[in-house]
């Protein structure tokens, strides 16, 4: 490092052109190669009262990680990461690493943080193509349990479990495990093939299995889990796959599509391939609603289908509340954001097909409950965008279908589980819970620290 100044700066990542890859569903961020790798690890300066750990909800060893990437020895980084993470290459590209380790770490007060994030994407997909695997359990306890969701938190707790010595298996509604992930996430975002696919491998490699197409609720209740199917404990990672709507009216016209709806179609069943049995709406005129990642994930998704795309948020852009990466990806593609702008009727031709868009121009107020400055209606400020598709991205909320199919079982106002925060203990004994279930809509990285305290709980009342 003979220059002072390339120390404050983060070794820049590669990127697919934003020309190119708008019209594209490979990934747009394209990693780390080994050299800039260990230039970027050479930044760390490994200091004693690691901040970045505490900054992560699953406490990995970072500065442990990264002196091992720095000595060049990416199989010993692996092991560091994997056992506190289990899908540390998903991780590495979803994380909001800029509020989390990145956003604590002391080389960011003078200068650009470690890109932390980048660093660990990359020791996973090294260990991805080297075949490294994590390492199981010692012996094994002879105890099985349940887990009833295949995403960031049922992944990880089953991991954690696995690890333990526990038999474990999970149970997945849909024809695909991965949950956000497969479903949720864009390919250009997160590879399913490459990436996704490889981390559930891995946590079957600990031990786990998976049986998909089994809904509980109605294929299984977790009564039955308990009493006939021989399980000690029951994990509850069910995630919040109930999309959330405005209540304007003509929210029911054709061309409405939830965010869920839009992205499962194109992610899970693949329709944005010329070969897929699934239909897609290929709109000309594309409205997103709501301001969030999945709102951007929308978007991007709608534009590489050949859309021209309209992001519509009622705040301005300081509130986004998706990533900064993200609505920077989405602006480089050529997104349109039209911010303080709140829709307030969805348009329909005589066949009950989207139009247009009536919406209010709107001012930020004083702030609300959530300490954002409230956005309020301009009077007389009306106006129509054009356009043939409108997707509703406003958050989601757990399914109740578990809820009022288990008996002791408390749930909040949000219809959402209650669980302690330390090991995800529910009301009902024997069953904890986390995640999207418990929170309603957050992060896979949440998720997933809710997914190893529900695993710290399980072990800790069958060791009893």
């Known amino acids: 490092m003979e220059d002072n100044m390339d120390v404050l700066k983060k070794v820049p990542v ?38 970045c750990i505490k900054g992560c909800p699953v406490s990995i060893n970072i500065p442990g990680f990264i002196e091992k990437v720095k000595e060049g020895d990416i199989e010993a980084a692996y092991q560091v ?60 306890k002879g105890k099985k349990v349940a887990v009833i969701g295949s995403g960031p938190a049922g992944l990880t707790c089953a991991g954690d479990l696995a690890k333990m010595g526990y038999e474990v298996t999970i149970f997945e509604a849909l024809h695909e495990p991965g949950g956000v992930l497969v479903y949720g996430i864009p390919e250009f975002r997160l590879p399913k093939e490459a990436v996704v696919k490889k981390e559930i491998e891995n946590v079957k490699s600990l031990g786990v299995t998976i049986e998909t197409n089994v809904i509980v609720g109605k294929s299984v209740t977790i009564d039955e889990l308990l009493t006939e199917e021989g399980f000690s404990a029951v994990f509850i990672g069910s995630g919040a796959g109930l999309p959330k709507f405005m209540g304007i009216p003509g929210e029911n016209a054709n061309g409405v599509f939830s965010a869920n709806e839009y992205l499962t179609r194109s992610n899970l069943m693949k329709a944005f391939r010329e070969d897929s049995e699934t239909p897609i709406m290929r709109g000309k005129k594309v409205a997103v609603v709501g301001g969030g990642n999945v709102a951007m994930d929308a978007a991007r998704t709608a534009l590489r289908l050949g859309a021209e795309v309209h992001i519509v948020y009622r705040r301005s852009e300081e509130e986004l509340p998706a990533r900064v990466e993200e609505v920077h990806h989405a602006k480089q593609e050529g997104i349109i954001f039209d911010l303080l702008t709140n829709p307030v009727e969805i348009l329909e031709d005589e066949n009950n097909w989207v139009c247009g868009m009536k919406c209010v121009k709107m001012e930020l107020g004083e702030p609300d409950a959530s300490g954002r400055r409230r956005p309020v209606e301009i009077p007389g400020s009306e106006f129509v965008i054009d356009c043939d598709t409108v997707i509703m991205s406003l958050g989601t909320s757990p399914n109740p279908l578990i809820s009022s199919t288990t008996e002791g079982l408390d749930t909040n106002k949000w219809k959402c589980i209650v669980a302690d925060e330390e090991f995800g203990k529910t009301s009902k004994e024997g069953v904890y819970a986390g995640g999207d279930a418990v929170t309603g809509a957050a992060t896979v990285i949440l998720a997933m620290g809710a997914g190893k305290a529900g695993a710290k709980g399980i072990d800790e009342y069958l060791s009893k």
């Open 14 to 51: 590669r990127e697919q052109d934003a020309k190119v890859r708008a019209t594209n569903f490979e990934e747009v961020c394209l990693g780390y190669n080994k050299e800039e790798a260990m230039e970027e690890a050479a930044r760390c300066i490994n200091c004693k009262n690691a901040q």
């Open 81 to 140: 990461i994997s056992e506190a993470s289990a899908l540390p290459a998903v991780c590495g590209r979803v994380c909001p690493q800029e509020s989390q380790c990145e956003g604590k770490c002391i080389r960011g007060i003078k200068g650009e943080p470690i890109s932390i994030g980048k660093l660990e994407r990359y020791v996973a997909d090294w260990a991805g193509e080297n075949n490294i695997k994590p390492e199981g359990a010692k012996e094994k």
